[in-house]
């Protein structure tokens, strides 16, 4: 039996929870108590794929909510941290359908992790009321990530969210990509032309090492610096990084990544989410 360790993550409130509750029969505390969400929970399971029947043993680790991926609170640096290990293999990212362009914010974020991810839109049965229709295989074409509809409520997608979850376990790499600015594309793609010439060998994908080096993460920095094209690299990335720094008149990377970050949570709401005629009539 294949073990798969899920880390669930979200923004307070998200039904993340709810969901592994729904998922896993566990009973798990659900509802808006301070200060008891900074302990990760692990919640283990069995489920079987349908194609072969085989088992996998799903390790569940509800991490606590997070609004982004800094450190401003106790409980963003435990997720954090957590998501940064090798102590997981997919992402599951709760999104609430009834809050998606603030929650693809977030979401942003985790697809840059490198890691596979699956989106979960839950609050599926709330968006519905609300007359919230999104387009979840146009959001999945975006992301390029899987992005199902759940309702830990009703139970809606449970099965489905399940499948995906063995699905992408089963991918060699993640396929997740998050769009940025043409100049910013611009500079990936020197960078990772430049290692396709040089045939760096590499575990994670070039294109996230290239964003992750256009970030100046400290992580991917040390890891490349011990590297025999590192000599020759670098010039292209500060040649990229003076790029964006020109473009965006600032050199704060954190200001500009964040403003692309928005731009795309945005851009992916309004590409595939609509609000229902008679729905907007009534909240007028
Ligand atoms: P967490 O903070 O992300 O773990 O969220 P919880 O699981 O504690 O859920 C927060 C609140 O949302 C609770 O009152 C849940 O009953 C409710 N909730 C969770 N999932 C759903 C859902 O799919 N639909 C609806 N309508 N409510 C939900
Ligand atoms: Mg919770």
Redesign the pocket.
Known sequence: MKSIIVALA??????????INAISNAK?????FSGV?VDKTEVVFNICDDVACKDYEVHII?LP?AYSLTEYTIEEKVTKSFLQSDEYDIIVN?VDSTNLQRNLLFTTQLLETGKKVVVAL?????AKKEGIEIDEKQLSAILGVPCIK?????KEGIEALKDAIVEVFEQKETTAKVVYSDPIEEEISHIVTFMEEKKYKSTLPYRHLAVKLLQEDEDVYKQMHDEPIWIEMLPIVREGLNHLYLHNNTKDLDEIFADEHFAFAKGAKMEVMSVSYTHLRAHE
Do not use: H
């Open positions: 979200g923004q307070p409130n998200v039904g993340k929870s709810s969901l798990l505390r659900v509802g808006n969400t509800d909510g709760v839950n609050m599926c049965d709330e759940t309702s830990a409520t009703t």
